[in-house]
């Protein structure tokens, strides 16, 4: 795949791949910062922003915007991440300049009409309510909130039901200032354009968008200590999220801890936690763990679920092995299947423009030069025993390992004392489910 740098004539740059076998492209626009730069007081601003933009822009109201769209046969997406601000697109090369030109009124003119926003508002509305009752959302909100107190991570990029009542048009507008960009935006492209085809069209498309915005949070650690926390709920099946400080994705030894969280819970049934707690002891149906790496700060997660009459079973198995793995590694076995299904299930995430699009854009936000896609494999291949010895008894902390509990719990051990009542949940929007899908600048490495 031959990854090309473009800088458009009025200075934007960008990836590109080009594939002229079918006329079509697909664009990723990342602009960094992202739900991280609600103002204060304000928590949910940047969310019900990027979620009006589609609801109108320039002349055209919602649903003359949407049919403009869908005449051109274009696809649209606006997402609002912790770190990013997101923007995909899809257009057919017949029509390409006349989809620039709507995805560029939505961007630049959008119309932010008040019924619009009340009515996004109401959909955002309903997601809280909906979070509000879900044990594993719970699980997740209550863990950040209790790691990164004051940080944004540690609340909902949904904001509360008070905080997203509260926010005007000029929020929404100001959000708007803040986060779309030139000097924080990064772009990829894959398909059946040129990059002189690509610099103009990045002119066209973004050049019209303020040079810089606000200053960016700062590096975060989480405050954590090796208690359980539980959140009393009413339900037959106790949700619960596990994790502890992570690594820096440009730390010398992160191949080693991915290969490693991918022998501990991140390999499906081919993972230690998955063999111990579920095969070999029927406690759950799922368990799993993550690495997530933010802008500014790196976790270690994990979620699982269980029985009420069985969760503390669950929970003190994962602590025994958390520690037995920090204390002793990996079997040779677990490494070397590993690494099999690491490096044969890379290529595979290449299989489509969308797809390619978003692994180049993700690579650019974390620094990864374009050569990374060749060399990848053999950064894992080159993972030793040694190596995985040495970052489990330095990473793994079995002392540090906090879990919360959201359920009504039978028999658990360490420490567990009631904490926050369960209306008043409110952290990243499902933390628990991070686990299985990270956002996609996460999800595109290593």
Do not use: C
């Not at 944004?152 to 009542?165: D, F, K, L, M, R």
């Not at 819970?265 to 799922?286: A, I, N, P, Q, W």
């Amino acid at each position: 795949m031959d990854i090309q740098q473009v800088t458009s004539p009025g200075g934007i740059k960008a990836w590109l791949v080009e594939e002229h076998s079918i006329p079509f492209t697909a664009l990723e626009i990342w602009f960094r910062g992202g739900s991280n730069l609600d103002r204060e007081g304000k928590r949910g601003a940047v969310n019900l922003m990027t979620a009006t933009l589609e609801e109108g822009s320039g002349d055209l109201d919602a649903r003359q915007f949407q049919a403009a769209r869908e005449g051109l046969a274009a696809s649209f997406d606006f997402e609002a991440y912790d770190d990013a601000v997101a923007v995909s697109a899809t257009m057919l090369t017949e029509n390409r300049d006349a989809a620039v030109d709507l995805l560029r009124q939505a961007l630049v003119e959008p119309r932010f009409d008040q019924d619009a926003i009340d009515r996004v508002r109401g959909q955002v509305l309903s997601i809280i309510a909906s979070d509000a009752q879900d044990p594993s959302t719970i699980a997740g909100d209550t863990w950040m909130a209790e790691a990164f107190p004051g940080h944004p991570y540690g609340s909902s990029i949904n904001g509360t039901a008070e905080s997203v009542q509260g926010l005007t048009r000029e929020d929404i507008l100001q959000a708007r200032q803040d986060t779309l960009v030139k000097g924080r935006v990064y772009v990829a492209a894959v398909g059946d354009i040129t990059p002189d085809e690509l610099g103009k069209l990045l002119d066209t498309l973004l050049g019209d968008l303020p040079q810089d915005g606000p200053a960016l949070p700062s590096e975060v650690a989480p405050k954590l200590d090796g208690g359980t926390t539980v959140v009393d709920y009413p339900t037959p099946q106790a949700s619960a999220l596990f994790g502890q400080r992570g690594l820096r994705r440009d730390d010398p030894d992160y191949f080693a801890a991915y290969v490693l969280n991918h022998i501990l819970g991140g390999g499906g049934f081919e993972s230690r936690l998955m063999d111990e707690v579920r095969e070999k002891r029927g406690l759950t149906y799922g368990i799993g763990t993550v690495l997530v790496d933010k802008d500014y700060t790196d976790l270690w997660l994990g979620s699982v679920a269980s029985d009420n009459r069985t969760i503390g079973q669950a929970i003190d198995l994962v602590r025994e092995i958390w520690a037995d793995v920090a204390a002793n590694g990996v079997t040779e076995e677990e490494l070397q299947a590993a690494k099999t299904y690491i490096t044969g299930e890379y290529p595979l995430r290449f299989d489509g423009n969308a797809e390619i699009a978003g692994i180049l854009v993700g690579m650019q936000m974390i620094g990864l030069p374009p050569e990374y896609v060749v060399n990848r494999n053999s950064y894992i291949e080159a993972v030793t025993m040694d190596d995985i010895k040495r970052v489990a008894s330095e990473l793994m902390d079995p002392d540090h390992l906090h879990v919360v509990v959201v359920g009504q719990p039978e028999g658990l051990d360490g420490g567990a004392a009631p904490a926050v009542a369960t209306d008043a949940a409110a952290a990243t929007p499902s933390a628990g489910a991070a686990v299985a899908a990270p956002e996609p600048a996460e999800a595109a490495t290593p």
